[in-house]
Antibody, heavy 122, light 112 residues
Framework: QVQLLESGGGVVHPGRSLRLSCKGS????????LHWVRQTPTNGLEWVAV????????FYAASVRGRFSISRDNSKHTMYLQMDSLRLEDTAVYYC???????????????WGQGTLVTVSS | IVMTQSPDSLALSLGERATINCKSS????????????LAWYQQKPGQPPKLLIS???NRESGVPDRFSGSGSGTDFTLTISSLQAEDVAVYYC?????????FGQGTRLEIK
């Protein structure tokens, strides 16, 4: 069965960095785009970033553009989110989610991981 | 694309009809495919979102038929025909027309 497993969350000071990972299994990992979506108690779901199936294209929400970087290693069935210059408002549960087949966008997110909590605190 | 849901919360009795609305700031209808790029998700406490409906009205496999989606262009509706206790959750709409997906703020559905 399709599974996505996030890891790498934790507590970090403002201005520091953190890298999240998302490992996929049970599907042809290299054929699917992958997304990061975060959730705060007050702000609901916020789409963060997407990377195409082949890693050649990526897009970011305005709130993280220039600070976060999405990447993937299809040989390891793993996607990453490098988060730099973290701010208090980046505190959230970060989910990875599966997207479109052999495209960057144009399909909903049919499978989601359980999420990993990132807390930015001084 | 900004997605706006209404209402923010809803409290109904078991068996009642629930209606949740979602409006997009621009059309999410894709003419070449004749599809609206709009999805609905259900999220229960402590769980990730679950995809209920895609393409505005296509119910995902295993989703009870009391859930239905309708609408096109910029205005969409999620309807639960007869509310069950297990439907208590937060519901989100999402547009995937743009590469920068976006979600509505969510509608909390409770039992009265």
């Amino acid at each position: 069965q399709v599974q996505l497993l996030e890891s790498g969350g934790g507590v970090v000071h403002p201005g520091r960095s953190l890298r999240l990972s998302c490992k996929g299994s049970g599907f042809n990992f290299s054929r699917y785009s992958l997304h990061w979506v975060r959730q705060t108690p007050t702000n609901g779901l916020e789409w963060v970033a997407v990377i195409s199936y082949d890693g050649k294209n990526d897009f970011y929400a305005a709130s993280v553009r220039g600070r976060f970087s999405i990447s993937r290693d299809n040989s390891k069935h793993t996607m990453y989110l490098q988060m730099d210059s973290l701010r208090l408002e980046d505190t959230a549960v970060y989910y990875c989610a599966r997207g479109a087949v052999e495209a960057t966008g144009g399909e909903p997110n049919d499978y989601w991981g359980q999420g990993t909590l990132v807390t930015v605190s001084s | 694309i900004v997605m706006t849901q209404s209402p923010d919360s809803l409290a109904l009795s078991l068996g009642e009809r629930a209606t949740i609305n979602c409006k997009s700031s621009q059309s999410v209808f894709h003419s070449p495919t004749s599809k609206s790029y709009l999805a609905w998700y259900q999220q229960k406490p402590g769980q990730p979102p679950k995809l209920l409906i895609s393409w505005a009205s296509n119910r995902e496999s295993g989703v009870p038929d009391r859930f239905s989606g309708s609408g096109s262009g910029t205005d969409f509706t999620l309807t639960i025909s007869s509310l069950q206790a297990e439907d208590v959750a937060v519901y989100y709409c999402q547009q995937y027309y743009s590469s920068l997906h976006s979600f509505g703020q969510g509608t909390r559905l409770e039992i009265k």
